[in-house]
Every structure is written in structure tokens, then in C-alpha cells.
């Protein structure tokens, strides 16, 4: 931990940095110098094949080059590399020449993480000069202290008096860095204040508003209450949804009847359904008496994903006191992602005496089961089963092992659900211990067949510790054989979700294995990619075009275009839908644990979650992704520097919005002109 002295003499040096903002103004000849990449400069290649295949003295030997953009890539390099042993080599480059090098340090040295970086960040601060270049880096450097620095740090980002609305990157960078300060879990009250000043100031730029806004919505702990009319007016005035969802989101933290009811005439109001899913978000932190009528009502919306965020409210926060009028909600020609929230609240809310009363929609899911053809449908209707622990049987006895992936991961979630249901002990009483007895030897007996997605699933079970099954497993050795039959890297998340969990169970620190470096950035596909190369994703709702980031991401360009080659992508599902967050597909199993047997590596460079469209990749941790990949409906800066984004949408988002569970892929053609 950083030292009293030491982190004192940081705010002083910080704050004499940030207020002395008219001083030094450097030689106009040291900015000449441009950062150029050009992805067909063979140079260019080899540094990007040092960083995918992590080798830091391949990649260190670029840092005293003569060529800017060779140092601006090695540089940036190390933001996916993150190897901590070149951190100090990095730190040279803080103050190098050419101001987009020094960004890319800055960068890096946030995404390695070191706190010790964090003195030399703000020493390598360049005071503004005449036309303002510096600051393109001075913006990093805010990020990055953000990243490492403690809370003096950000008391003194957050109470400097110098910047002014013009000072467009300094602002960004101030508040992308109290922002990554928040993420880290250390706010102070100036930095609310001033997030809120930053939101409620219409003329400042729209990118400084949004990481302001979320701010608001993502930080914990944080008192709004003393701002609530200037929220609100932002919520019915603000012109952009980006702004209006984030703010929505930020109101929920204020229990107070007059946000309360802005939420809910707002919430009739807006057009746009992705505010409307963050309003119903919000409104799910008060009281459910208070906001019973309008979840109903909006279980019946026209726009799926708004019916289905009212119905997990329903299901998450129903009171057990209306929970024999929600049959009165199933309607026929019912969305099925809607009517299994809507029987999970039955199941969940219904008291547990009422067992002749659900029996008939345990019935009339089982036949909604039989008759479906829809593989997702019968998932879902499994795991709204698992919600009432009276079905604690009929999941283990007939809807496990069959020859459904999907539905069989289902099935261990629903038996997790039932297990940690708070009607579990009321239900079983004495036996409880013997039902969980079974339900650990359907596990072993699943575990045998090493299936990745309920691997997976078994393993989070038996963490939890209320299951109290560290008392019931006497020796991790099933775990062990389940190991041994696993394939990596293919299935290196079910391999350290196992690896966690037995862990877990003996009582020791957890290590994730880290796999060996394995299938290289393929150079003759990549050969064809263009800065203008684009993919058009042909699905059942229509075309969804996108546009390729090959600077950013060539490893992982160059793979989605040799699975579209290989037309892997074809008639595969997707098979994960957040409202207002992201779709996500190309899982070969169709349940999200699928993968082929091979990893590509993270690829973390100067791109940023802030508006809708962008296209990334799913992982199961650091540099192991593969094929499958998201598309954000709305900005998430939550990720930034976590998953890679190798493309944006271009044309085609009202389909994104539109896209559901179930919906699948046709094809996708590569456009390379």
C-alpha cells in the first residue's frame, strides 16, 4: 500500500500539474511527427505478432525506435500483453516526442495495473500549450491514474478549478478517470458533485456527459438525493437516449416518492425502449406495492424486451401477497420469453400450501414442454420449474440427461434454483439434507460425462456456500476425473469453473490455468482487410452490417473472417439477449459454453464501449476467446479495456434491437472493397 508521505507528495505534485495549466509552451517541432499505421507494413506485422504471442523483448526492442508509429504500437501492445515486467520500460515513454506515443503508454501502464506507475503518470503531465496536442496524451493520463490511484488522487482530479468547457480532452480524461476511480470502488463526494455538474451541462461534449452519466448510474454507494430535480429534468428533457438511460439508471438510487412518480410518467412518455427497460430497473429498487400496477401493464408492452425486463421484476421482486393473481397475466399469444418469467413467478411466489394450485401449472408447463419444438422455449420453461423446490424431483428424474446441451445445462440451473430456494427447508424439512445428497449424486453422475456447459454450472453450484456441500464431499476426485476428460483450450472455462470449485472445497486459493499460446494470427486472410472491409450478418429478423477495426483488433478480424469462410457462423443462434445491453451468438453448442479448439488472445487497444453498435468478444477470461461475439445496444464503458471490439455496426441497428433469443444467423458475407 502506498505510503502517507508518498501518496501526499502525489496530490501536491498532481494538483501543481492540473492548475498550472498556462505555463510551458513547447516547440512547435516537437509534435510534427505523426503516428501512421498501415496494416500492410510488414514492421506493423511483426509487432502485432510479438504482442499475440506475448513476447515482451520482441516487442521492447520497438520502444527506442525511430519511427513513432512503431513505438505508438509496441507501446500500445502492452495494454493486451499486460505483462508487469515491462512496466518500467513502458514509463520511458511517458515522455516520449511524440504525444500519441505517450498516450499509448499512459494507456497501457492504466491496463497493467501497477500502482507504483501512478507518480510517474503525473509527472509525465505536460502543462497546456498553444495547440493543445499535449493533451491528447494529458486525457490518457487522467484515464490511467484513475485506473491506479488511491482516493487522494481523486479528490484532486475531482476539485481542480482549471479546465474549461472548451478544454474538451482534459475533460473527457477527468472524467473517464473519476469514473475508473468509481469502478474500482473509491468515489468522494466532490467527484458526485462534479459528475453532476458535467451531466447537467448540455453544452459540454456528448462523450464527457456519457462516462459523467455513467458514473451516476454504476457507481455504489453514492448519495444523489440532493440532485434529484436537476436528474430528473435531464430525464425529461435530455435529447439523447445515451444520456436520458444512463440518468434513469442513476435515479434509482434515490428512494423518494417525487423520483418515483417521474419514473413512472416518464416511463409512459418514452419512446425509445431502451430507456424504458433502464426506468423499469430503476423502479424495481422501490417498494413492489408501489410499482405493482406498472410492471403488470408493462408485461404486456408491445416491445419484447421491455415485457421481458417487467417480467423479471415480477419474478425478482413480486410480493407473494398478489402472487395468486400473476395466472392472470399469461395470455395466449404470449411472447414464450415473457410467459416462462411469468410461471417462474408462480412457481417462486406462490406459497409453497398451495401445492394443488401449482400443481395444474406445473402441468401445464410440462405440456407446453412436450408439444414445443423450441429448444430455448423448453430451457426456459426447465428453469422456471426449478423455482418452486416442489419440483425438485420431476427436474432430476425427467428433464436431465436428455439429448438437449441446452436443455440439460437448464436443468442444473433450475436444480440450483430449487436447492437455494428459501422454501427448500420448509419443504423438506429433516430432508433436506438427504435432497441434496441426490441432487450431489446426479452431479457426479453428469460430471462423468464432462459435459462443458453443465461442468460449468455444477461447479458454481457447489460453491455456494448456504448448500453447505463442503460438509457433504469427502474427496474431490470426481472433480479430478472430470478434469482429465476435458479438452483444452476448447474448454478451458469449464476446466477452471471445476478447478474453482474443487478449490473451493479444499479450502485453498484458486489459480486459473492460463492457456498455452495456440492458433497464430492467420497473415494471408488478413492480407485481403482494408480499413473499409465490412460484414454483412444475414439473420431471420434481417441484415446487420459491420464494419471492421483492423488497427484494433487483427487477430480477432482475421478470425471472425476464417469462420465466416468456413461458414461456421451459418444457422447458429443467438442465444443470449440482455435487454439494452447486448446480443450474443456463435456459440457452437448454442448455450454460450461452446468453443473449438482453439483460443485467439484479448486485443484491449484505444477503442472505447461509447455508443451502441459495437461489435466484441465473449470470453471466459484474458485471452481466451474464440468464437463467439456481442453487440451492444447502447454504450458500455463498463467493459472498456476488458473485451476486445473488432467491429461496429454500420447499417442495420434497428435489427440488432429487434434480435431475440432463438433468432439465428443465415450467413455472413465479407465485403472486402
Known amino acids: ?241 445515451d444520456i436520458r438511460m444512463a440518468v434513469a439508471t442513476a435515479l434509482g438510487k434515490i428512494r423518494d416518492p417525487e423520483v418515483l412518480s417521474s419514473l413512472i410518467n416518464k416511463l409512459e412518455q418514452e419512446k425509445d425502449y431502451r430507456v424504458q427497460c433502464n426506468i423499469l430497473r430503476s423502479l424495481s429498487k422501490f417498494d413492489y406495492p408501489s410499482i405493482e400496477a406498472t410492471i403488470k401493464r408493462k408485461i404486456d408492452d408491445e416491445n419484447l424486451h421491455v415485457a421481458v425486463v417487467a417480467s423479471e421484476i415480477l419474478l425478482n421482486y413480486g410480493d407473494k401477497k398478489d402472487a395468486l393473481t400473476y395466472p392472470e397475466l399469461i395470455k395466449e399469444k404470449q411472447p414464450w420469453q415473457v410467459k416462462t418469467l411469468v410461471y417462474a413467478a408462480i412457481f417462486k411466489n406462490i406459497p409453497f400450501y398451495y401445492s394443488n394450485t401449482k400443481k395444474k401449472y406445473v402441468d401445464e408447463v410440462k405440456t407446453i414442454i412436450t408439444n414445443s419444438s423450441n429448444r430455448y422455449e423448453i430451457a426456459s420453461y426447465v428453469k422456471a420449474l426449478g423455482y418452486d423446490p416442489l419440483n425438485f424431483d420431476l427436474i432430476l428424474d425427467d428433464y436431465t440427461g436428455t439429448k438437449s446441451e441446452i436443455q440439460n445445462t437448464a436443468s442444473i440451473e433450475a436444480i440450483r434454483s430449487s436447492l437455494t430456494s428459501e422454501n427448500f427447508i420448509n419443504i423438506y424439512g429433516y430432508g433436506h439434507r438427504k435432497a441434496k445428497m441426490k441432487a450431489l449424486e446426479l452431479f457426479k453422475q453428469r460430471l462423468r460425462i464432462a459435459d462443458v456447459g453443465e461442468c460449468a454450472e455444477i461447479a458454481t453450484t457447489l460453491q455456494i456456500p448456504e448448500l453447505e456441500f463442503k460438509m457433504l464431499i469427502d474427496s474431490t476426485n470426481f472433480i479430478d476425473s472430470t478434469l482429465s476428460k476435458l479438452r483444452l483450450p476448447r474448454d478451458i472455462e469449464a476446466y477452471n469453473a471445476l478447478e474453482q470449485a474443487k478449490s473451493y472445497l479444499l479450502g485453498r486459493a484458486f489459480e486459473p490455468k492460463k492457456v498455452v499460446f495456440n492458433n497464430p494470427i492467420d497473415w494471408n486472410i488478413f492480407n485481403n482487410v482494408s480499413d473499409t472491409t465490412k460484414a454483412v450478418i444475414k439473420t431471420t429478423k434481417g441484415n446487420i452490417t459491420i464494419k471492421f477495426f483492423p488497427q484494433n483488433a487483427p487477430g480477432s478480424v482475421t478470425n471472425f473472417i476464417k469462420l465466416v469462410n468456413q461458414e461456421f457462423f451459418n444457422k447458429k443462434n443467438f442465444h443470449r439477449v440482455v435487454p439494452n445491453f447486448v446480443i450474443q451468438g456463435g456459440c457452437p453448442r448454442g448455450d454460450g459454453y461452446g468453443a473449438l479448439d482453439y483460443t485467439i488472445r484479448s486485443e484491449l487497444g484505444l477503442k472505447y464501449y461509447d455508443s451502441e453498435g459495437y461489435v466484441g468478444m465473449a470470453s471466459a477470461g484474458k485471452d481466451t476467446e474464440g468464437t463467439q461475439f456481442f453487440i451492444t445496444n447502447s454504450p458500455a464503458p463498463h467493459l472498456d479495456g476488458r473485451y476486445t471490439i473488432f467491429a461496429k455496426v454500420v447499417e442495420g441497428m434497428d435489427v440488432v434491437n429487434q434480435i431475440e433469443v432463438g433468432d439465428k444467423i443465415e450467413n455472413v458475407i465479407i465485403i472486402y472493397r
Open 1 to 241: 500500500m502506498m505510503s502517507r508521505k508518498y501518496s501526499f507528495f502525489t496530490v501536491v505534485l498532481l494538483v501543481y500539474i492540473l492548475v498550472n495549466m498556462n505555463s510551458c509552451v513547447p516547440p512547435s517541432e516537437k509534435v510534427m511527427t505523426t503516428v501512421d499505421v498501415n496494416i500492410g507494413d510488414p514492421v506493423v506485422r511483426k509487432i502485432w505478432t510479438a504482442q499475440d504471442e506475448g513476447k515482451i523483448d520482441s516487442l521492447k526492442i520497438y520502444f527506442s525506435d525511430k519511427n513513432p508509429t512503431y513505438r505508438y504500437l509496441a507501446a500500445l501492445s502492452l495494454a493486451s500483453v499486460q505483462n508487469p515486467d515491462l512496466a518500467d520500460s513502458l514509463k520511458v515513454l511517458l515522455n516520449d516526442i511524440n504525444y500519441d506515443v505517450r498516450s499509448a503508454a499512459a494507456y497501457s501502464l492504466g491496463q497493467i495495473g501497477n500502482s507504483n506507475a501512478t507518480i510517474d503518470l503525473i509527472s509525465s503531465f505536460i502543462s497546456k500549450d498553444t495547440f493543445d496536442v499535449n493533451n491528447v496524451a494529458n486525457s490518457q493520463i487522467l484515464e490511467a491514474v484513475g485506473k491506479l490511484g488511491t482516493k487522494d488522487e481523486l479528490l484532486a482530479m475531482a476539485t481542480v478549478k482549471a479546465y474549461r468547457n472548451t478544454d474538451t480532452l482534459l475533460l473527457l480524461g477527468q472524467t473517464r478517470g473519476i469514473y475508473r476511480f468509481a469502478m474500482r470502488g473509491i468515489i468522494v463526494p466532490e467527484g458526485t458533485d462534479l459528475m453532476v455538474n458535467y451531466v447537467t451541462t448540455p453544452e459540454l461534449d456528448s462523450e464527457i456527459r456519457l462516462y459523467a452519466a455513467n458514473y451516476l448510474a454504476r457507481a455504489k454507494d453514492i448519495d444523489l438525493s440532493g440532485y434529484k430535480f436537476r436528474l430528473i429534468e435531464m430525464l425529461n428533457k435530455d435529447s439523447n437516449p
